[in-house]
């Protein structure tokens, strides 16, 4: 790069130490949960809003009598769910209403 006559020479520096601090204790936290969730004999699933399954744990995947990595990407359909839930679940998300179960304590 020149400036005029001159050779010029632009460095650019940045301190990334602070992010690399905070991807590090992100990194264990994720480790500690994923932890806990697969210690529990609970069943955890998590979908996205179209009802693919985004996550579960060991417990859950042993219910339905897959692999985890085979389970992830699946539709709530594809999973044994009776097509009417599934339809129930679909109405719910798309107005926005889902809620969680009555009777049990928010997540």
């Known amino acids: 790069m020149s400036l005029g006559d001159e ?3 632009l460095v650019v520096l940045a301190d990334v130490s602070e ?3 905070a ?3 992100l990194r264990v936290s994720e480790e500690r949960y994923c932890g806990l969730a697969d210690a ?6 998590s979908f996205d ?4 399954l985004t996550g579960l744990n060991r417990a859950a995947a042993r219910s339905l009598g897959l692999e985890m990595k085979e389970a992830l990407g699946r539709h709530l359909a ?4 009776p097509p009417r839930d599934v339809s129930s679940l679909e109405t719910e998300v798309r107005r926005g209403t889902l809620q969680w179960p ?3 304590a928010d997540p």
């Open 102 to 104: 009555a009777g049990r």
């Open 19 to 21: 992010r690399k601090r």
């Open 23 to 25: 991807l590090k204790a």
């Open 78 to 81: 594809d999973l044994g769910l």
């Open 49 to 52: 809003r179209n009802l693919n």
């Open 7 to 9: 050779a010029t020479l």
């Open 40 to 45: 529990t004999s609970d069943l955890i699933f």
